[in-house]
């Protein structure tokens, strides 16, 4: 977190400071403590875009796939901050990539009923298994932990 502030120069009188300055704080353990200017991340392809669920394939089930993919999205925030649309449900979360690898928490929720052929259930079941991820002719592909791929591409929004 950085905070913009005017601060006393050489020159000022007790009065009236006049220079600019930036000062950047970090959360260590309780403390917020002073810290270096932080590094300019940078951001990964997929995150951004609002990614809508094309299918999933698994092997022992074969292939799921929504009548209509953009009420199913996913949306990976620059700042770890995960967004869904579950059919008629929203949810939200934390998210963390680690080159290909990918952790998604989804910590909340809303707990609409949705119609009995919806497939929110599946949708954030699938998302929650999703442990890497790649890109493949524009479409993000997640690996499951059970070996099946949720497909993914970009919502025409």
């Excluded at 952790?103 to 599946?122: I, K, N, W």
Aim: contains cysteine; glycine residues 10%.
């Amino acid at each position: 977190m950085g905070l913009n502030l005017t601060v006393h120069g050489p020159h000022d009188g007790a009065c009236c400071p006049t220079r600019r300055s930036r000062v950047h704080y970090a959360l260590q353990g309780e403390r917020l403590v002073k810290v270096n200017e932080p590094e300019e991340k940078t951001m990964s392809p997929i995150e951004g875009p609002v990614w809508a669920w094309h299918y999933t394939a698994r092997i022992d089930v074969g292939r799921t796939a929504p009548t209509e993919p953009w009420h199913y999205t996913l949306r990976l925030g620059p700042d770890g901050q995960l967004n869904v649309r579950a059919d008629c449900n929203r949810a939200g979360g934390r998210y963390r990539l680690e080159g290909s690898h990918l952790t998604l928490s989804v910590t909340h929720s809303t707990m609409a009923a949705c119609l009995p052929e919806s497939l929110d259930r599946q949708f954030l079941e699938d998302l929650a298994a999703g442990i890497t991820w790649r890109l493949e002719a524009g479409n993000l592909h997640l690996g499951l932990t059970d070996g099946g791929t949720m497909v993914l591409t970009v919502a025409n929004q």
